[in-house]
């Protein structure tokens, strides 16, 4: 059985190549116990200025749909 790391890895794969079509893309920061995500988006995503429609209607929509336990995505 994958942690949830891995399957919040897994889930930001199949999203990365959207934003690096746009120059962007995003790392993985930490996931903790209790469902928060911290991401850093970098290139273009990092001083976009719909960067945090990105992140909550693409990245952190995705995430909470295929990883059971995610309950908010924030930038760091």
């Given at each position: 059985m994958?942690?949830?790391q891995?399957?919040?890895e897994a889930a930001l794969?199949?999203?990365r190549p959207s934003l690096q079509e746009d120059g962007g893309?995003?790392?993985l920061v930490e996931?903790?116990?209790d469902g928060v995500v911290k991401v850093k988006l970098t290139g273009a995503c990092s001083g976009?200025?719909?960067r945090?429609?990105?992140?909550?209607?693409?990245?952190g929509?995705?995430?909470k749909e295929e990883v059971p336990g995610v309950k908010e995505i924030v930038a760091v």
């Amino acid at each position: 059985m994958s942690t949830r790391q891995e399957k919040v890895e897994a889930a930001l794969e199949k999203i990365r190549p959207s934003l690096q079509e746009d120059g962007g893309d995003v790392e993985l920061v930490e996931v903790t116990t209790d469902g928060v995500v911290k991401v850093k988006l970098t290139g273009a995503c990092s001083g976009c200025p719909m960067r945090e429609m990105t992140l909550q209607m693409g990245i952190g929509r995705v995430l909470k749909e295929e990883v059971p336990g995610v309950k908010e995505i924030v930038a760091v």
